[in-house]
């Protein structure tokens, strides 16, 4: 997994913007519309931060995701199997597959390196948030022993 340099930031915008329009279950399980979620800033102050991440498959983007390494208000008042403060939990956003790679793992390889960069740092925990209706998501967090603590509306 290579970290986004702010010289990738039009690779990275066009990437969501292929994601976003040729994914056919994106209105379902991501609810995604280019420029509301994710916009553009978004995206570049991640890349700024320093916490956005690309997986490539020959001179393609195959993955694409945001892990902060620390957690904002909307992640309070859930019931945590640990309560932490928020420096000492990573969080992940924006992950996407290409549409032309999906089912190849990228998903389960970038959320995996997600979890190692994360050990790296010595943060305690990861946590993500996902669609109740995006059932494959919540496959794969599953399987990667991820635990839902939480439903939010």
Not at 22 to 40: Q, V
């Amino acid at each position: 997994m290579k970290k986004c340099e702010i010289g990738d930031l039009s690779r990275i915008l066009c990437f969501y913007q292929l994601v976003i329009r040729e994914t056919s279950d994106m209105p379902r399980y991501g609810r995604w519309i280019y420029g509301l979620h994710p916009t553009e800033e978004m995206v570049e102050d991640y890349v700024r931060q320093g916490v956005m991440y690309r997986l490539e498959d020959g001179q393609d983007i195959a993955a694409v995701v945001a892990v902060t390494p620390y957690q904002g208000e909307d992640y309070h008042g859930i019931d945590w199997q640990d309560e932490l403060a928020d420096d000492e939990v990573a969080v992940v956003h924006l992950l996407a597959v290409n549409p032309h790679f999906q089912k190849r793992g990228y998903a389960r390889t970038a959320m995996k390196e997600v979890i190692e960069l994360v050990r790296e740092k010595s943060v305690k925990a990861v946590r993500l948030d996902a669609l109740e209706c995006n059932a494959p998501a919540h496959r794969l967090y599953e399987s990667l022993g991820f635990k839902k603590r939480d439903v939010r509306r």
